[in-house]
């Protein structure tokens, strides 16, 4: 072997190194994406996503010593796609959408990821979360590499019919860019289980009947049960493998939910199922409080029937900007990201915070927890469970055969178990925090994919 290559190889081990403090660097990416929102007049707040993502992958890649041409490398988009869907309204007049899907990294496996349909979709947000996933299906070590699209539009304002139809050009204008063994696509805010039926259909026009070519559609098109549920149950299980390190369980822990989605809804249930006390919930009508324990069965029949949680009468109304700093053992962020600052942080007297959100913690958070003593599961291992169980329907689909719930859950609690299990490693090896364990474990994997796969310093 070239002795450059056997040199990098050896260097992407998980051997000890110090840790090394944050870099202050900012990017070419970054910069671009800080000034394109910042001329936008959207607070700075809302850079955090990508500046977090870029400011964690460089730390990790410090701490493994990675080549600087690999770093680079590993940072800049395997593709980026940019499309415009034009559909006829339901009125008869024309509207134009653009679309995106940004294709992080392949070295692992296919590359994975949501679609969003949102009114700020930008391609500088979803070449971060891009990235995001890049780590999150390595720390999870499923044979996946990361992608995220997405359609800036409002889909509350189009009817289904014109949902149909401009999914259905989306599909047109990317079809021979993703694929079963190249770019598998799920929902994300804005879509859903329908929206990957039309996409699955739509595709099987060009290339044949090919259900695994997105995840998260419905069981009757040969998606995943346990799927609806993965994402809450992952973070079920994340938080079990947490607390178990240090001497305690689910029962008895007082939790507080911020968000009543897909995620904190089956979060709140499959807790409260597992003796666990729910006592503060949120969403974006309102706040809950309950110190003897929210009945969370009563909670999802009235946000059903009212669509969120105001005015429900099993507990006290509260300020939902107060929910983050009530008093409790673990706080769930299931919601936005960025709601973890450098403005409440120092309120924040949870003893753990378990991010089932995408990049609910702002860096400088981060440090005033820390010295707080607040132990933070990262996004990239405790909300895996999602993408974990899209890989199980995956499976399933290429195999022909479909696995009952029992066994998606029981294959989910293995894989979050040993994410946990090797990230905790990974802070043992290079003496840092749960979240630089997460990032370096991704990325360390991923950099040992590209380097076995031929790359060349």
């Given at each position: 072997m070239h002795t450059a290559y056997l040199k990098l190889l050896h260097s992407l081990s998980a051997a000890a190194s110090p840790t090394l403090a944050l870099t202050a660097n900012t990017s070419p990416l970054l910069y671009s994406y800080s000034a394109r929102r910042l001329r936008r007049g959207i607070p700075s707040s809302r850079m955090n996503a990508l500046a977090a993502t870029s400011r964690n992958f460089k730390q990790a890649a410090?701490?493994?010593?990675?080549?600087?041409?690999?770093?680079?490398?590993?940072?800049?988009?395997?593709?980026?796609?940019?499309?415009?869907?034009?559909?006829?309204?339901?009125?008869?007049?024309?509207?134009?959408?653009?679309?995106?899907?940004?294709?992080?990294?392949?070295?692992?496996?296919?590359?994975?990821?949501?679609?969003?349909y949102h009114h700020e979709v930008d391609p500088?947000?979803?070449?971060?979360?891009?990235?995001?996933?890049?780590?999150?299906?390595?720390?999870?070590?499923i044979p996946y590499g990361g992608a995220?699209?997405?359609?800036?539009?409002?889909?509350?304002?189009?009817?289904?019919?014109?949902?149909?139809r401009l999914t259905r050009v989306f599909t047109q204008k990317i079809h021979d860019l993703i694929g079963i063994h190249t770019d598998v696509p799920a929902p994300d805010m804005g879509t859903n289980a329908q929206t990957m039926a039309w996409i699955l259909d739509e595709y099987s026009k060009f290339h044949g009947y090919s259900p695994a070519v997105v995840t998260g559609k419905p069981v009757d098109l040969g998606g995943s049960l346990g799927r609806d549920a993965a994402t809450g149950r992952g973070v079920l299980f994340a938080t079990e493998a947490l607390l178990a390190e240090h001497g305690k369980g689910i029962a008895g822990q007082?939790?507080?939910?911020?968000?009543?989605?897909?995620?904190?809804?089956?979060?709140?249930?499959l807790i409260t199922e597992a003796g666990g006390k729910v006592i503060a919930i949120s969403d974006v009508t309102g706040a809950v409080k309950n110190s003897n324990g929210i009945d969370i069965a009563k909670l999802m029949k009235h946000s059903a029937e009212n669509r969120g949680i105001k005015g429900f009468d099993g507990g006290d109304a509260v300020d939902p900007t107060s929910l983050l700093t009530e008093e409790c053992d673990v706080l769930i962020p299931a919601a936005l990201g960025g709601v973890i600052n450098k403005d409440n942080a120092d309120g924040i007297k949870a003893k753990y915070i378990i991010e089932a959100a995408n990049h609910p913690t702002d860096p400088e958070a981060d440090e005033i927890l820390a010295k707080k003593g607040v132990l933070i599961l990262p996004d990239i291992l405790a909300n895996s469970g999602g993408v974990t169980v899209s890989y199980f329907e995956w499976v399933q689909n290429i195999q022909g055969f479909m696995w009952d719930e029992e066994k998606v859950n029981r294959e989910l609690k293995t894989y979050m178990t040993r994410a946990f299990r090797d990230t905790k490693e990974m802070c043992r090896s290079h003496h840092c925090d749960l979240r630089m364990g997460a990032f370096t474990l991704g990325v360390n994997r991923v950099a040992r994919a590209t380097v076995l796969r031929g790359w060349e310093a």
């Open positions: 410090k701490l493994l010593g990675l080549d600087s041409k690999l770093e680079k490398s590993l940072l800049i988009p395997f593709r980026e796609i940019k499309v415009e869907c034009t559909i006829p309204k339901d009125d008869g007049t024309l509207a134009s959408y653009v679309g995106f899907r940004v294709q992080h990294d392949n070295a692992r496996g296919p590359m994975k990821g949501g679609i969003r500088d947000e979803v070449n971060a979360l891009a990235q995001l996933m890049t780590w999150k299906t390595a720390v999870a070590n995220k699209g997405g359609i800036g539009c409002s889909p509350g304002d189009l009817s289904i019919s014109e949902l149909e007082r939790f507080v939910i911020q968000g009543f989605g897909n995620v904190g809804s089956w979060a709140a249930q």
